[in-house]
């Protein structure tokens, strides 16, 4: 396992991080990244990428994700999940199913969005929960998400409700909590979260950090490990001739046809091995049979 991408089912009580430091010790290799943080408590699908994957991070990181999880009614937190210190505790005999269900549907589109004091975030290089545990001011920097659905599943039982997330990146579940309770008149909190999928990644491809272990230790294929040249992305791929694998080793620019895309969009290139060899994007498009003039960006010699 050199290059490529390893799905990961995480653990709860660990940070992102440190799942990486403990594949880099598991499989004997440094250059390890993740794409898209997930909270220490939170569990679910953390995609890695490994050796010449890391270069492929920003494309995993914007791909819709997918949760489930739970909200607390009746107990507001500082840190807006079950982690935090209560804030504040309220009735929970006014909440209706109709009133949840109809706020969770206003909740849904794009707009901004203000993360929760205490999160990763960063401002001047210093992360939001660093100020709020300094008991310093945390600015209100909002930022326009995108919720494709938020819905309920099943009904509210024991002050909780499981619901089914759907969002763009740089969502926050735990706000959507808090924003909950409060728009319905109530108090709550995150109590729970498992993400799901990250595009067309899926939790049932994953490997918890044990079975990756054992799949070491046995010299084992594990599960979750997909090789570098079978890496899907989010948009067309291309296979080239010779010719002009050649100019895109050299950083050149060549023309394809049957281009599905507009210009400024991405485009993975294999060759006729259908070995990986690099990313490129559409400069110009010539004339309409779907040619255009592709640019290597990111090239994997």
């Not at 079975?211 to 067309?236: H, S, Y």
Request: with cysteine; glycine share 10%.
């Amino acid at each position: 396992m050199l290059d490529g991408l390893l799905l990961i089912d995480k653990d709860p009580g660990m940070t992102s991080h440190d799942v990486v430091q403990r594949v880099r010790r598991i499989i004997h290799q440094k250059k390890v990244g993740h794409c898209g943080t997930l909270d220490p408590d939170a569990t679910g699908l953390l995609i890695l990428t490994l050796g010449r994957a890391t270069r492929l991070t920003r494309f995993f990181i914007q791909a819709p994700k997918v949760y489930e999880g739970t909200v607390r009614f009746g107990l507001a937190t500082d840190t807006y999940d079950a982690a935090g210190e209560v804030t504040a505790e309220g009735p929970t005999d006014g909440l209706t199913m109709e009133e949840l269900t109809s706020v969770m549907d206003e909740l849904t589109g794009t707009y901004p969005q203000t993360p929760p004091p205490f999160c990763a975030k960063k401002i001047k290089g210093v992360r939001f929960y660093e100020l709020a545990r300094r008991g310093e001011e945390v600015p209100v920097v909002a930022k326009e998400i995108t919720v494709y659905r938020f819905e309920p599943r099943g009904e509210l039982t024991d002050d909780r409700l499981k619901f089914e997330l759907a969002c763009g990146s740089g969502t926050y579940a735990r706000t959507l909590a808090h924003e909950l309770g409060a728009k319905c008149g109530s108090h709550s909190h995150l109590e729970a979260l498992r993400r799901l999928s990250i595009g067309h990644f899926d939790i049932s491809q994953a490997a918890t950090l044990a079975e990756l272990a054992e799949a070491v230790e046995t010299d084992k294929p594990p599960v979750g490990w997909i090789p570098f040249d079978e890496i899907k992305l989010p948009f067309q791929e291309i296979v080239t001739d010779a010719q002009q694998e050649r100019r895109l080793l050299h950083g050149q620019t060549i023309i394809l046809r049957e281009l599905a895309g507009e210009e400024g969009d991405w485009i993975k290139l294999v060759n006729p091995s259908h070995q990986f060899i690099a990313v490129g994007s559409v400069v110009e498009r010539i004339g309409q049979a779907g040619v255009g003039l592709v640019q290597p960006r990111i090239v994997f010699n």
